[in-house]
């Protein structure tokens, strides 16, 4: 069977991506630990490319069907590190015309993952973020980054909210 042996799974196309699909990804403490209240989730939750990164690393719910399964991906397993944050496809997509006309979803599994880590069938990425210095749109009057829109979709909420000590 295809899902037993992580060498035969195949990427699988951008419209595959379906709107009702969740997206995973995990928030390092060194992101949220600062923030106020957990229950408002700040706009640096999303993990933006750096320079020479192809896009930000999710896990698809379509192969990932909750996010404990995502949370056992990361280094540090834990939600005292890491609390794992949810998008649905449809909260980028209907933001596609005005806000996110470049953004686009690849299919990566990871079969060979690094010592220590588990294979993932759910590893996506979410590609075509502008560079860090063109990351601001005029939105309405005001010129917002996107990280603020995106953490304005109804569907931008923690899957599993972090503990902090």
Avoid at 127 to 149: C, D, S, W
Avoid at 156 to 163: D, M
Wanted: with cysteine; aromatic share 10%; charged share 25%.
């Amino acid at each position: 069977m295809v899902e037993d042996n992580p060498l035969d799974w195949e990427k699988e196309p951008r419209e595959n991506f379906l709107p009702g699909h969740k997206l995973f990804w995990a928030v390092h403490k060194d992101k949220w630990n600062h923030w106020p209240n957990l229950d408002e989730i700040e706009p640096n939750a999303f993990n933006l490319p750096r320079i020479g990164e192809n896009g930000m690393s999710v896990d698809w719910g379509k192969h990932c069907s909750c996010p404990e399964i995502s949370l056992l991906h990361k280094k540090n397993p834990t939600r005292e590190i890491n609390g794992i944050m949810q998008i649905f496809v449809k909260g980028i997509n209907d933001n596609r015309e005005l806000v996110f006309p470049y953004l686009d979803f690849e299919h990566i599994p990871t079969r060979l993952p690094l010592p220590g880590r588990l294979p993932n069938r759910a590893h996506s990425v979410i590609l075509n973020f502008p560079p860090r210095n063109q990351q601001k749109i005029t939105y309405g009057r005001e010129m917002v980054h996107i990280r603020a829109i995106l953490v304005t979709c109804p569907s931008c909420i923690w899957a599993l909210k972090p503990i902090k000590k």
